[in-house]
């Protein structure tokens, strides 16, 4: 896979620009900071330092011997991204944007959330570095991730609630980039995924790309004989934890598959699986695969994991689906569940439900697989948050 | 669909640039209209009503409105499910319309029908880029002609992505309308004016429609119970000294909270060439018994329009 920084935005057909005039000049502005900071040593040296010290990496690598056992297949390892500060891989991208803004001068940051875990991410690199941030939520997805909303709020993070549309990601992505047009003198704005208009794919990407460099390495290491692994997995939602795991891996002869949220079965058109169900269009400053009715009406998506509840999806992901370098697939909220359950009770890990749709295909392929071959799945999230959640599935049947 | 609007035109895909007469940017009913006001020593008027909003019929009701108060062109907005250029007013009408089952077939139906009635009033479609990219630009655009309009407003199709869509507009005659803003960079603007025909769709504010941004800075000149931005004055006066091609100007739209004729006399003495009201409008709609709206917009309109007219 070419290591070029893509040419005018474009993953192939994919990515680029499509933005209202005004943003142009900041995103500009973004793109040529981005540069100029991304391969200088001070900068680097920064953020290495938070990294380490302040979120926790690297992350290990997790051999789960118990779930392997139980499947009698493949043996399974976590990349364990859930044991980072704030409980996700949202922090090696909020950290690197924010040390960014900070190196522009930029004093305000304005952040979108679905889940919540890219506000609290997005809220705790603010703290650290001393500048202020405001969080665009849907009101829905504050009803349903209120922890998160009290963490981001006892953080300093001002709330600001969004009502329009489906009150969920999507429609606080819409609100941020408002709020962006409105204020592009003095604002940062910290997308969360690898969405968006060109550089952010690319950038977000690059802060994420760490998961699968370290992944590379501790597998050689600890598979014994400069190993590879045979699958790697990771969750897809607008594809930030998988595009940081599929970069550095691809074109290696790994088999990379990426999981999305069948909700309540593709079928049903109750469900997020944007690269298995959608079509190509334009969103959010970017040309990629949408879920959107016949007129090019954006639909509404559903997963019970709210940060996979997005109809869009990052364009490197649209790119490598159509190359073929990665193959995507789904897990129902059912199956995700399964997974969650079965992880916690085998491994004493309560995964992300988000994360929780990368192991149920590991739950599905391994025993079909050598007990000498590898699979390594992203553990991007822990659960803490989703424990009601998962109550309420269960107890409602599904 | 029928060919309301079929008789006028055919340009090539070049057309924007291999002329040097003052039609060359444009040989549509835009470019007649501001030719027309050019010698009654008028600026234009440009009202924008978002279709199926509060019903197909009553959307018909606030153009004719419009018309008879004395708009000089058209803007027709067809929903997007995420408009993200736009402010709260426009936002409720897009989910309002979408809500009542707005499509892109009904839209051309009540395009054709407002052509009809009116056979030279300018019309411009203004919409977001997923709805056309999702017809096909080639598709899209032949069915836009067909339904008599002359013109399409993106606001989220930035120049650089737009090769695909400016020609496909071109081949079937339709004007593309590009967005400038006040922190537009010369050389940018250069670029969005030589693609630009029927006008230049100047944004007077850092915010989205209906917005007025008190945060993004500028000065605000409080003449005339108006607060027109600082900047944005300037900007009108760089897109008109660079929308200069051959001897021939390309006119200078301004848009974006504008409400009032206060505003309007600002902007028209600034130099615009044409303001353009949105918000306003939708509101009015939205306010008004639905048989009161063609009353009521068209008083409004004939207020704004008076303002278009003792000007510099």
Known sequence: MSRKYPKNGRFGEFGGRYIPETLVPPVEELEESYLRFRDDPSFKAELDSYLRNYAGRPTPLYHAKNLSGELGGAQIYLKREDLLHGGAHKINNTLGQALLAKRMGKRRVIAETGAGQHGVATAMACAALGMRSEVYMGSTDMARQRPNVLRMGMLGAVMRPVDSGSRTLKDAINEAIRDWIANVGDTYYLLGS?????????????????????????????????????VVIACVGGGSNAIGTFYPLAGTGTRLVGIEAAGRGLGTGMHAATLSAGRRGVLHGMMTYLLQDAEGQITETHS???????PGVGPEHAYYKESGAVSYRSATDSEAVDAFMRLT??????PALESSHAIAEAVRIAPQMKRSERIVVTLSGRGDKDVEEVQRYLAGGR | MQAA?????????EGHNSGNSSDSYSSSRIASKFAELRARNERGLVTYAMTGFPSDRVSVSAVSGMIRGGADVIE????????????????????????????????????????????????????????????????????ISDAGIDGIILPDMAVDESAPYVAAARRCGLDTIFLASPNTPAGRLRRIANISTGFLYMVAVYGTTGVRSARAGGRASKAGGSSVAGYALDAIRRAKRTAVRSGARLPVGVGFGISSPADVRQYVGAG???VIVGSAYAKITKESAPKDVEKNVSTFTRRLKAATRNAS
């Not at chain 2, 929903?79 to 007013?89: E, K, N, Q, R, V």
């Open chain 2, 272 to 274: 615009a060439d044409a």
């Open chain 2, 76 to 143: 027709l907005g067809f929903p997007f499910s995420d408009p993200l250029a736009d402010g709260p007013a426009i936002q409720e009408a897009s989910s309002g319309a979408l809500g009542r089952g707005a499509t892109f077939e009904r839209f051309l139906r009540t395009a054709s029908r407002i052509r009809r009635a009116n056979r030279d009033v300018p019309l411009v479609l203004m919409t977001y880029t997923n709805i056309l990219y999702n017809l096909g630009y080639d598709r899209a655009a032949s069915m």
């Open chain 1, 345 to 350: 009770r085998t491994e004493g890990i309560i």
């Open chain 1, 304 to 310: 019970v994991s709210a940060g996979l509840d997005y």
């Open chain 2, 5 to 13: 609007g079929k008789e006028k035109r055919g340009r090539t895909a």
């Open chain 1, 194 to 230: 690898a969405v968006g208009p060109h550089p952010y794919p690319v950038m977000v990407r690059d802060f994420q790309r760490v998961i699968g460099d370290e992944i590379r390495r501790q597998v050689a290491r600890q598979a014994g004989g400069g190993g590879t692994a045979d």
